[in-house]
């Protein structure tokens, strides 16, 4: 009787360790197929490098046009240079004319710009 449950105790033991075995393979099993998942480190790589891409390509095409911007704010606010080089002294009389006018309303609207600003200042100041 004695050797029987001690059989059976034994043969208990061992089919629970088993169990835990398996159950602790089945769990790995698990976890490797969990991260083995869509995005393998191969596919994490290239969409980095995609990414990187697609990121320089982004900047560059905001650069050319921060370019384009700048360059029409200075044709428009400078205008086109006059073609001097064949003019005659009235001409270019003239054109220095205009640039002296253009001169002195540019300055103007830069002394009535500079008041602004320092009055706004001064309200953020109190």
């Known amino acids: 009787m004695a050797d029987d449950e ?5 043969q208990a033991e061992i089919d629970r360790k ?7 393979m089945e769990e790995a099993s698990k976890a ?3 991260k083995k998942g869509f995005m393998t480190p191969e ?3 290239k969409l980095r490098l ?13 650069q050319e046009r921060k370019a384009a911007e700048r360059r029409r704010i ?6 086109r240079p006059k073609n001097i080089e064949d003019a005659n002294e009235d001409a270019i009389r003239r054109v220095c004319t205009e640039y002296h006018t253009r001169i002195g309303q540019l300055e ?7 008041y602004i600003v ?3 200042d001064m309200e953020v100041e109190r």
């Not at 001690?6 to 034994?10: G, L, M, P, Q």
């Not at 088993?18 to 602790?24: F, G, H, P, T």
């Open 6 to 10: 001690a059989k059976k105790a034994k």
């Open 18 to 24: 088993r169990a835990e075995v398996r159950k602790r």
């Open 32 to 34: 490797k197929k969990a």
């Open 43 to 45: 596919r994490k790589k």
């Open 50 to 62: 995609l990414l990187r891409k697609k990121a320089a390509e982004e900047l560059k095409k905001e």
């Open 74 to 79: 200075i044709e428009e606010r400078c205008g």
């Open 108 to 114: 103007d609207e830069k002394f009535d710009l500079e």
């Open 118 to 120: 320092k009055r706004k």
